[in-house]
């Protein structure tokens, strides 16, 4: 069975600051892999995604992950926060055959200081 | 184009009432999936239907809880006697396929309270 783990549930970064968030993965084979940002109270948006090809993925709002088969890993970074950027950030992962359910991590809350 | 809509968007319930939470995907989606976002956890899916099929409801409870997707109208989750333990956020995702490659886009919720 498929699932995905993120290590820290919460993460404060100075307003300005790089930012790395963690995201491990356990799969039978190269799965797809998302990153989703839930802001208080509202649903999910998708941030970037990975099928194949290039391991570094760009996606909105500045984030960029990379893809790293060798650690079961797809952590997503930014290189200067925003303090907009306070939110709760999913990691998830979706089978490749079929049907494609996703995978959830528990989320990183993400505080941003001035 | 619209986005995915879910209504109520807050709901709050008496135990041992029935809930019904109401989804309409994506124009030219014909793929539902939903799922509960706990406390503090991460969202669990729970039931993937296409139009007037379930195809896996895998994650869904096994008593109190149904799903459909009638060929006219929203995507409607029932929760029959409502229990404390179901207060959570529902979210509902569609996508136009069903492979594994098609990004799947999420409504705004609804948060379910049971007193």
């Known amino acids: 069975a498929q699932s995905v783990t993120q290590p820290d549930i919460h993460i404060t970064v100075s307003e300005g600051a790089s930012l790395e968030l963690r995201c491990n993965y356990s799969?039978?084979?190269?799965?797809?892999l998302f990153w989703y940002v839930q802001s208080p109270g509202q649903g999910l948006q998708l941030l970037l995604k990975y099928f194949s090809g290039d391991t570094l993925v760009q996606g909105i709002k500045g984030f960029e992950a990379e893809f790293k088969r060798s650690q079961s890993s797809f952590n997503l970074r930014k290189p200067s926060v925003h303090w907009s950027d306070a939110a709760e950030y999913f990691c998830a992962v979706g089978a490749r055959s079929g049907y494609s359910t996703l995978t959830f991590g528990k989320g990183t809350m993400l505080l941003v200081s001035p | 184009n619209a986005g995915v809509m879910q209504n109520p968007r807050h709901l709050v319930r008496r135990r041992g009432q029935e809930a019904r939470l109401r989804c309409s995907p994506m124009k030219g989606h014909s793929h539902v999936y939903w799922y509960r976002q706990l406390p503090e956890e991460g969202l669990k899916f729970m039931v993937y239907l296409q139009k007037e099929n379930i195809i896996d409801e895998s994650g869904m409870p096994k008593e109190r809880f149904s799903a459909e997707f009638p060929k006219e109208g929203p995507s409607i989750l029932r929760i029959q006697q409502v229990v404390r333990g179901d207060s959570a956020a529902y979210f509902c995702?569609?996508?136009?396929?069903?492979?594994?490659?098609?990004?799947?886009?999420f409504g705004p919720g609804t948060r379910l309270t049971v007193l």
């Open positions: 995702a569609s996508s136009p396929l069903a492979g594994g490659t098609d990004t799947q886009y």
């Open positions: 799969y039978g084979a190269t799965p797809y």
